[in-house]
């Protein structure tokens, strides 16, 4: 056994590039792991840069000085985070408290038409059933309330946090757009001469990774701008904050749609009932959900994350309990540096052993 151990050691970390990558790893997912929520501004600050790189990038091939695109990138940036937090965010609070001073009345709503399914089809479902089942809902909307609750009091606590992010995070945005090379030079002194493997690696990731954060960015104002339209359009109540909601689902490939279709189905029947108005609301989201998964997805990414739809599950469930939805944004980029590992691990293991 101890020579099997042995045997298989010396055949993928006897190489010295093989360690170095492994290693590296290991202390990044330490740090992640350890004091992730200390460095929860410049992780914030890095994951904003990395996305406006693009914009940078794209200034700059338009024969843009650099200094005068980094200016322009970030000038925009501040601008928008400005108008949704003047513009969008109050909005989307307003109607998220409107929701939910009416879930008392929705669930009164609820309950009369769920009392009445024992007397039109007593052979399917008993007055027990249905006892059982409202006392649930009453225990679940008690259990809200109280999170409710919780919640606005921790964010009354955390709103000092917030402001100091509110500065904090900006600065560090423009220093790392502004420094990037010189941060990147910085690094490598730290690294080894021979790093051909962590090199491939990083570019792989890089290519991919870089491309997936800021199509999935632009998937999401597309598919919550478009959403809001149709909402609006058809008179849906809470249409800016449902919209919201269905553009963030887009996170979870998959798993968002399927949970989001309750809350658009519960407002469109609360609000028109069993008819066609609810019937158009459906077929609104539904078909958005289709041109999102079938024409918006391969257009913005094509072939950029080669990844199994059930690897991708997995890693939403792994990541997203580690790190929440933090761990849910990255979960494709993090499963994409987790393919490139394993694809250049048995390449190098393969010419160490020929």
Same mark, same amino acid.
């Given at each position: 056994?101890?020579?099997?151990?042995?045997?298989?050691?010396?055949?993928?970390?006897?190489?010295?590039?093989?360690?170095?990558?492994?290693?590296?790893?290991?202390?990044?997912?330490?740090?992640?792991?350890?004091?992730?929520?200390?460095?929860?501004?410049?992780?914030?600050?890095?994951?904003?840069?990395?996305?406006?790189?693009?914009?940078?990038?794209?200034?700059?091939?338009?024969?843009?000085?650099?200094?005068?695109?980094?200016?322009?990138?970030?000038?925009?940036?501040?601008?928008?985070?400005?108008?949704?937090?003047?513009?969008?965010?109050?909005?989307?609070?307003?109607?998220?408290?409107?929701?939910?001073?009416?879930?008392?009345?929705?669930?009164?709503?609820?309950?009369?038409?769920?009392?009445?399914?024992?007397?039109?089809?007593?052979?399917?479902?008993?007055?027990?059933?249905?006892?059982?089942?409202?006392?649930?809902?009453?225990?679940?909307?008690?259990?809200?309330?109280?999170?409710?609750?919780?919640?606005?009091?921790?964010?009354?606590?955390?709103?000092?946090?917030?402001?100091?992010?509110?500065?904090?995070?900006?600065?560090?945005?423009?220093?790392?757009?502004?420094?990037?090379?010189?941060?990147?030079?910085?690094?490598?002194?730290?690294?080894?001469?021979?790093?051909?493997?962590?090199?491939?690696?990083?570019?792989?990731?890089?290519?991919?990774?870089?491309?997936?954060?800021?199509?999935?960015?632009?998937?999401?104002?597309?598919?919550?701008?478009?959403?809001? #339209?149709? &909402? @609006?359009?058809?008179? =849906?109540?809470?249409? *800016? $904050?449902? /919209?919201?909601? +269905?553009? %963030?689902?887009?996170?979870?490939?998959?798993?968002?749609?399927?949970?989001?279709?309750?809350?658009?189905?519960?407002?469109?029947?609360?609000?028109?009932?069993?008819?066609?108005?609810?019937?158009?609301?459906?077929?609104?989201?539904?078909? #958005?959900? &289709? @041109?999102?998964?079938? =024409?918006?997805?391969? *257009? $913005?990414? /094509?072939?950029? +994350?080669? %990844?199994?739809?059930?690897?991708?599950?997995?890693?939403?469930?792994?990541?997203?309990?580690?790190?929440?939805?933090?761990?849910?944004?990255?979960?494709?980029?993090?499963?994409?540096?987790?393919?490139?590992?394993?694809?250049?691990?048995?390449?190098?293991?393969?010419?160490?052993?020929?």
């Amino acid at each position: 056994m101890i020579r099997l151990l042995n045997q298989w050691y010396e055949r993928h970390f006897s190489d010295p590039q093989v360690a170095i990558l492994a290693l590296l790893l290991i202390m990044v997912t330490a740090v992640i792991a350890l004091i992730g929520d200390i460095l929860t501004p410049i992780l914030a600050a890095i994951i904003i840069a990395y996305l406006l790189d693009g914009a940078v990038a794209w200034l700059r091939q338009r024969k843009v000085p650099n200094f005068i695109a980094i200016i322009i990138t970030f000038s925009s940036f501040i601008f928008l985070v400005l108008l949704s937090l003047v513009v969008l965010a109050p909005l989307i609070v307003r109607q998220a408290i409107q929701f939910m001073r009416e879930i008392p009345n929705m669930l009164a709503k609820g309950q009369s038409v769920i009392m009445e399914l024992p007397v039109k089809y007593p052979n399917i479902i008993s007055e027990d059933q249905i006892g059982d089942i409202l006392s649930r809902l009453q225990s679940q909307a008690t259990d809200l309330s109280q999170k409710v609750v919780s919640f606005s009091l921790a964010s009354v606590v955390d709103l000092l946090s917030f402001m100091v992010y509110l500065v904090v995070v900006p600065l560090l945005v423009f220093f790392f757009l502004k420094d990037k090379e010189k941060i990147f030079l910085w690094f490598a002194n730290f690294m080894p001469r021979d790093r051909a493997l962590v090199t491939t690696v990083w570019k792989e990731v890089n290519d991919k990774t870089s491309g997936y954060v800021r199509g999935k960015f632009l998937e999401i104002l597309i598919v919550w701008v478009i959403t809001y #339209i149709a &909402f @609006l359009f058809l008179g =849906l109540d809470y249409a *800016l $904050l449902l /919209s919201f909601i +269905v553009g %963030i689902s887009v996170l979870i490939p998959y798993v968002g749609a399927a949970l989001v279709t309750l809350p658009v189905a519960m407002v469109a029947y609360f609000q028109w009932g069993y008819g066609s108005e609810m019937m158009y609301a459906l077929i609104a989201y539904g078909v #958005i959900q &289709f @041109l999102d998964g079938n =024409l918006l997805v391969p *257009l $913005l990414f /094509s072939e950029m +994350v080669n %990844i199994h739809p059930a690897a991708i599950i997995g890693a939403v469930l792994v990541f997203g309990g580690l790190w929440g939805i933090w761990g849910v944004f990255f979960a494709i980029p993090l499963a994409t540096v987790i393919h490139a590992v394993i694809n250049a691990w048995p390449r190098l293991s393969d010419n160490i052993v020929g």
